[in-house]
């Protein structure tokens, strides 16, 4: 069974740009999960969906964040503009239930830098 | 924020048992505690969750304490890839949208 993939696995570019990452959850996994890291803080939380509907977006910094997941299965996340501070490693999870006991499955990440 | 306390670096010689502490003093009584690990360049993975009885897996064991308000992981023999980071998280059963809430864990280094 595949695991969570995020693309790209790395990307570059110049503060004011648009970049958008991808997240494939795992098959059967309604629900998707979008965290990350910047420089020297901890993985933090984004937002949260089930299926297609947003649950949870508590997390997002801010409106030039716009994430997506039209019917149900991958996710994108988009930054418009990106800032400098925007710069960190940007991780999808998906799990097959929303509970505390339930198992989160991460991707390998995307790591952004904005120059 | 975080709601779990655990050192910030511990060692350990391969092929030893390792003991990873974990507080959570302010976990209710249908919390979960989960067990996360980040290798270096690599997504957290998940490792082991309890609710109040021990749990034991291929990875490692969960010790809770009687009160629930202290954990400990266990690997029974440590490698030399078992050197990552390790996140107790506290996880509400329901309520919480199954959110994970990171600290900033214990740096497990292991030596031969």
């Known amino acids: 069974e595949a695991g969570v993939t995020q693309f790209p696995s790395h990307s570059v570019i110049e503060k004011g740009q648009t970049v958008t990452l991808r997240c494939d959850p795992i098959?059967?996994?309604?629900?998707l999960y979008w965290y990350r890291r910047v420089m020297g803080k901890e993985i933090k939380f984004l937002l949260h969906?089930?299926?297609?509907?947003?649950?949870?977006e508590s997390g997002m910094p801010n409106n030039r964040f716009l994430a997506e997941r039209t019917g149900g299965t991958y996710s994108t996340l988009k930054v418009q503009p990106a800032e400098l501070e925007d710069s960190g490693v940007y991780f999808c999870?998906?799990?097959?239930?929303?509970?505390?006991?339930?198992?989160?499955?991460f991707g390998p990440g995307t790591r952004l830098t904005v120059l | 924020d975080a709601k779990t306390t655990q050192p910030n670096s511990m060692e350990s010689n391969e092929e030893e048992p390792v003991h990873l502490p974990c507080n959570h003093s302010t976990i209710s009584g249908t919390d979960y505690i989960h067990w996360y690990r980040q290798l270096p360049s690599q997504g957290p993975e998940y490792v082991i969750h309890?609710?109040?009885s021990n749990v034991n897996n291929r990875m490692a064991s969960l010790a809770i304490a009687e009160d629930r308000k202290s954990s400990t992981l266990i690997l029974h023999r440590a490698t030399l890839r078992d050197a990552a980071v390790y996140y107790c998280?506290?996880?509400?059963?329901?309520?919480?949208?199954?959110?994970?809430?990171f600290g900033t864990g214990t740096q497990l280094k292991v030596e031969l």
């Open positions: 999870a998906s799990s097959q239930l929303v509970s505390g006991a339930d198992t989160q499955y």
């Open positions: 309890g609710l109040t």
């Open positions: 969906f089930v299926k297609e509907s947003k649950q949870d």
């Open positions: 098959s059967g996994h309604d629900n």
């Open positions: 998280i506290q996880a509400p059963f329901t309520g919480g949208g199954n959110k994970l809430t």
